[in-house]
């Protein structure tokens, strides 16, 4: 049983690496993908977005790479469905692998997505790459221009296969995989396993070890009692945004887990700036330090707590009313067992998700697991939680008049009463009150609203056309069209003035507007694509998004005019 990363027998640099980051324990996938991966073999795994999957296949990545010379093609691929996910990728393999080969002598690890010049990727594989992170299309024009070599290939990583071939991919990962030498490792990563994903696992990994989230794990005992809702926000806006919901929620005593060290102090930090009393728990601290912490949370000096799961582990206070995941947990059993902690003896008791928009997966996962619904809620706005303060002023005075002490106060509005109506003297002394209670308004950035973010639609059938990898179906006047999903809700026709002459696929438009706007690529309706131009239905309001999005890249390395369709 894998516990520690110094079970997993990886290099002192990675170990190293990851310390510095803040990790504490492997993930469930790490624990259950790294041993395998490190053998050798293939591994065809179940795991969406905020499980670990990327450090579970980088991390065997760079365990084996040697130093290697000028020139030097890649040893690995990694193929990511959209411009965003391969820089995360990109990013975190850097990461992990910054100081392979001695202080700040790391893996070279190179993006390759459309939408950027090509010219500085060319550079940057002429120099020399150990691994190259790409989107499929972007992928597929290097190998066709030959700067991309395949043949030292020792592993191709699929990220997300089930949204690439959502998108429209599947031709293109066939051809990249059977370019790719046959003895190399395939591994494949995926949320879901619907057949066309299996097809593309029983084409082209050879017996592979399969990893998936079991339903046994996740389902015992969620308390029934607890109310589970989630919020999509964007990462910069989510201290803000967790300020928001615990002064609408105004637990009695919260826990907030987070992923790492780093963040546990550095979410501390921010939220003790803000005006609350937060306190830090993780497995850096002494044994004697993280008892404090947890006295001062039990006698109720401290009512937040801001902690990772491994220093949380066995912590049981009896009035704890709030669990607050500020990520998605890296399994569902995490939810699970988090979320356990409230809800006892009856009384009720809140969870709450913070969620990326990618993430958003991960809790249909766990919904799916637990069969308990997880309600998805918009952030406080500003006038929410302005009502909300009112709200607790109004409580206060309230409680104020039924002690019923306040004839010392009496005179005072006796003699206001002279020259003022009752009701306005009433309302100063509210107002005073209120600036009193909240500080003339809070610390946090209070008078802007948090952007609210959409979640990815998941549930939407996938488009026709790529179904079981087929090739798009010719639309009227022979054009390749791509049926697309039938998009709820207004739509906009958009032209693009490059076609079928300048080797534009459907796959490219949909990663053209993925990579460059927030659309995922189930947002995106039918595209036709005639001779000189392309047709493209998106949503009425990601439409003026869209287009300032694809005028300011390029489309198959071209500039493209775009606009409404019908517009001159
Ligand atoms: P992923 O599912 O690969 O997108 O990872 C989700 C997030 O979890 C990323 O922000 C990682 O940095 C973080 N992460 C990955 N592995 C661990 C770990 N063992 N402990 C803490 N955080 C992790």
């Given amino acids: 049983m894998i516990r520690t990363f110094s079970d997993l027998d990886l290099r002192p640099e990675l170990l190293g690496a990851l310390t510095a980051l803040g990790y504490e324990e492997p993930t469930p996938i790490q624990g259950e993908a790294i041993p395998p991966l490190l053998e050798g073999r293939d591994l065809l795994g179940q795991a969406a977005t905020g499980t670990g999957k990327t450090a579970a296949f980088a991390l065997p990545l760079l365990q084996r790479l040697e130093k290697r010379g000028r020139g030097a093609g890649p040893v690995a691929l990694v193929l990511a469905p959209t411009r965003e996910l391969a820089m995360q990728v990109c990013e975190a393999i850097h990461k992990y692998g910054k100081d392979l080969f001695g202080p700040a002598n790391g893996a ?7 939408g950027q010049p090509i010219g500085r990727q060319l550079r940057e594989l002429e120099r020399g790459v150990d691994i190259v992170v790409g989107t499929p299309g972007r992928v597929i024009d290097h190998i066709s221009r030959g700067t991309l070599r395949l043949d030292g290939l020792l592993t191709v990583v699929l990220d997300e296969a089930d949204e690439m071939l959502d998108m429209g991919f599947a031709e293109d990962i066939d051809a990249i995989l059977e370019a790719a030498p046959n003895d190399r490792q395939t591994v494949l990563f995926s949320a879901t396993m619907p057949s066309r994903v299996e097809k593309v696992a029983r084409r082209h990994l050879r017996n592979p070890v399969r990893i998936e989230i079991r339903r046994e794990q996740a389902e015992q005992g969620v308390a029934p009692q607890v109310r589970q809702s989630a919020y999509v926000v964007a990462r910069p806006h989510k201290p803000a945004a967790l300020g928001r919901v615990l002064d609408v929620e105004a637990p009695e005593a919260a826990i907030v887990f987070c992923r790492t060290r780093e963040e546990v102090d550095s979410l501390s930090e921010t ?9 830090a728990l993780h497995g850096g601290l002494s044994q004697e330090q993280r008892d404090k912490v947890m006295n001062r949370l039990r006698n109720r000096t401290t009512e937040l707590l801001i902690a990772t799961d491994v220093a949380a582990r066995g912590l049981d206070v009896e009035h704890l009313t709030h669990v607050v995941n500020y990520n998605v947990p890296a399994a569902p059993e995490a939810y699970v067992h988090r979320i356990g902690r409230v809800g006892r003896a009856g009384r009720e008791g809140v969870a709450i998700t913070l969620a990326e928009p990618r ?14 619904k997880i309600v998805m809620e918009k952030v406080p706005t500003v006038a929410d939680l302005r009502a909300r303060r ?3 002023t109004r409580a206060a005075l309230r409680e104020s008049l039924l002690e019923d002490d306040l004839d010392g106060f009496r005179a005072v509005v006796e003699t206001l009463t002279d020259e003022f109506d009752v009701m306005e003297v009433a309302a100063a002394a509210v107002k005073l009150a209120h600036e009193a209670s909240t500080g003339g308004g809070s610390a946090d950035d209070d008078d802007t609203d948090i952007p609210q973010v959409a979640a990815r639609a998941e549930e939407r059938a996938p ?4 179904r079981g990898g087929s090739r798009p179906s010719c639309g009227p006047g022979g054009a390749p069209a791509r049926k697309g999903r039938v998009l709820e809700g207004p739509t906009a026709k958009l032209f693009i003035g490059l076609g079928r002459a300048a080797g534009v696929r459907p796959q490219d438009l949909v990663g053209a507007i993925t990579g460059e706007s927030s659309l995922s690529g189930r947002d995106i309706g039918g595209i036709e694509i005639a001779e000189r131009f392309a047709l493209v239905e998106v949503p009425e309001g990601a439409a003026e998004e869209v287009i300032s999005a694809l005028r300011a890249t390029m489309i198959k390395g071209r500039k493209a005019t775009v606009r409404r369709d019908g517009k001159r």
Avoid: C, F, W
């Fill in 463 to 466: 488009y026709d056309s790529t």
């Fill in 359 to 372: 993430e958003h997966r991960m809790l249909k996962t766990i919904e799916r697991l637990t069969g308990q």
């Fill in 271 to 279: 939220l003790n700036g803000r005006g609350y009393r937060a306190e």
């Fill in 390 to 392: 009112l709200e607790l």
């Fill in 108 to 114: 070279r690890v190179l993006p390759v997505y459309g």
